[in-house]
């Protein structure tokens, strides 16, 4: 059984460039977290999500980030305009209903 | 807000030492969850601790879980270079909340 798998792992974008960050959960997962985490800090919930439907985003910013976790494929947290402080790394984390959070590897994002 | 401090920051110790992390809040959380977490990669769940006072042990590791469920420590007892890593924990009320995480280095 495969963990969760986040891609890219590793992304530089330029200011102003858009950032795609796909994060597949584990089988037989419907539930989807995204988190951010700057350099020797702990993780920052930014949204929650299952299959078609926002749960809880409250921890995301309002403007430029966005977030799908669409019937079919992966889920995608998308950030428009880049900026250099969206620099971080992006954990996506995956359960069942009620279950432990599992995590990706991570998408190390640098903006240039 | 819910908020989680952990201590210390950072520890570097020589193998085969003892340790205490601790995790602190002014919240009650319905469980809480200690992660270790490897440069590069995602965290990993180490265990969960659900019932006020609760001590569960993974060989040299002893998780405690306070009796007001606001606070948990994490023993590490002779500790090896394979240990080193970044711990955090994790409180579980409407979501999942991160302390800042306690950077342990050990030495051989």
């Known amino acids: 059984n495969a963990g969760v798998m986040q891609n890219p792992r590793h992304l530089v974008r330029r200011r102003g460039q858009e950032a795609r960050l796909r994060c597949s959960p584990m089988?037989?997962?419907?539930?989807v977290y995204w988190y951010r985490q700057l350099p020797e800090e702990g993780l920052k919930f930014m949204v929650y999500?299952?299959?078609?439907?926002?749960?809880?985003e409250s921890g995301m910013p309002k403007e430029r980030f966005s977030a799908e976790f669409p019937k079919e494929g992966p889920s995608i947290l998308r950030i428009q305009q880049v900026v250099r402080g969206d620099s971080a790394a992006y954990f996506c984390?995956?359960?069942?209903?009620?279950?432990?959070?599992?995590f990706g590897p991570g998408t190390r994002l640098l903006v240039l | 807000t819910q908020l989680l401090e952990q201590s210390p920051q950072f520890l570097s110790i020589q193998e085969g030492e003892n340790l205490t992390v601790y995790c602190n809040s002014s919240?009650?959380?319905?469980?809480l969850q200690w992660y270790r977490q490897e440069p590069g990669e995602g965290p990993v769940l180490l265990v969960t601790?659900?019932?006020?006072?609760e001590v569960k042990k993974l060989k040299r590791l002893t998780f405690q879980f306070g009796d007001a469920r606001k606070d948990s420590s994490l023993h590490i007892t002779a500790a090896q270079p394979g240990d080193t890593g970044l711990y955090l924990c994790?409180?579980?009320?409407?979501?999942?909340?991160f302390g800042a995480g306690t950077i342990l280095r050990v030495k051989s």
């Open positions: 984390a995956s359960s069942p209903l009620l279950g432990t959070q599992y």
């Open positions: 089988k037989g997962h419907s539930h």
């Open positions: 999500l299952q299959k078609e439907n926002i749960i809880d």
């Open positions: 919240s009650v959380f319905s469980s």
């Open positions: 601790v659900v019932t006020g006072g």
């Open positions: 994790a409180g579980e009320g409407n979501k999942l909340v």
